[in-house]
């Protein structure tokens, strides 16, 4: 048997990230990952780190994202200096393009309240009309009407934010254990023991962050995480000369000069196909934002399932029946690694979350049936 402080179930961004925080805080982490059969949104995602639209309703859920965002430049700078892996991460900004009248209506009015939910903790936004947008990004359709604007919001090669929280976490002494699927395990509190790579794998912690696994996970540890797939597809230009100086929702511009544009919202259970009338709706609504883009070859193209729960809210819990027991769940990885790795992994290792946590436990689902 190999004893461990911890183990970390899923090597996907949301694991990884909360293992490079264990470790960092001293704990020896095994994390345990089932491989490239797995469906892996950290391998298909967009790439921003994007506070603008999240929490509205939410107030609890607009703080935790706007504490990763600030977290953000951190651990960009702690793992670029560690591992040489340059994230590119531009956090300067970033804007929401509307399309007609009725899209500005609906965008203020979400605006407006986000503010009113933000509270003493503040929110700052600003509405800017077709003319501002056209001085600020060349090529401007005339079909964009306006768009909305925060300073929290950037983007990021999330490929290369992978790639660096697994260097950074094999650099501090992390066990990486792939190809293993967990599928039983000897739960007790404060005593978990799961097989992989060959052998029995022990430690008084473990978190689940299996993404889409997490769902058949979560019961065996007295856990519930209700995740489902969302399909998103994306797209992916020629590279062409660098013109905004900032990302946009769903268009964005990476460091090399390729354009990716993206990502629908489709509920097709655990199809990953592409869609060619999906394609088309995403690359119309880029060409009526920027005509020009009609020009660009499309390079690639991509498919990949989004880790949803029912609410869309993260769901961050420890297990009652088996203390020790964590999970992690949510669709916004790449945003909130910030605070996977430098707020929710030092709670872990504390031994307990966050009050501030409590409402997204999966208990928020445990509605009771009315008579
Ligand atoms: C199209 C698209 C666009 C997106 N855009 C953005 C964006 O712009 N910004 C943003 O913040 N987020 C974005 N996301 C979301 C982001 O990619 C995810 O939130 C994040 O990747 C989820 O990471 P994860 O580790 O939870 O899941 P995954 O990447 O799915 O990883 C889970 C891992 O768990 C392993 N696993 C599963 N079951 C088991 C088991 N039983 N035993 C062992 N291992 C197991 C798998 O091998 C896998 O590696 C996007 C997602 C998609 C699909």
Redesign the pocket.
Known sequence: MRRFDAIV????????AISYGLSRAGLAVAL????DV?????????????VQTKGLGAPHYQRWTRRSAETWPSLAAELEERTGVALGLQQGGGLQLCLGDEEVDRRTAMMQQMQREAGNFGFEYRMLDHDELAAMLPGLGAAVSGASWTPYDGHVN?LQLFHALHKGFAARGGTYLPR????EAHVAPGDFRVQAGGDEIAAPKIVL?????NA??APLFGLSAPVRPQ????LVTERTTRVWPLPIGSIRQTPEGTIML??SEEEVGFDTSQKPEVMQQIARRAVQSFPWLAELQIVRAWA????MPPDGLPIYDESERFPGAFTA????????AGAHANLFAPMVAAGALDPALAPFSARRFDVPQAA
């Open positions: 179930i899923g090597g996907g961004l949301v694991g990884t345990i990952d089932e491989g797995a469906y892996r949104a950290s391998r298909g995602n967009f790439g921003l780190v994007w999330s293993s699927t967990v599928t962050a299996a993404g889409l696994g058949e996970l399909r998103g597809q994306v993206g990502s990949a399932l989004r880790v769940n949510c669709h916004s990885g790449v945003t909130l």
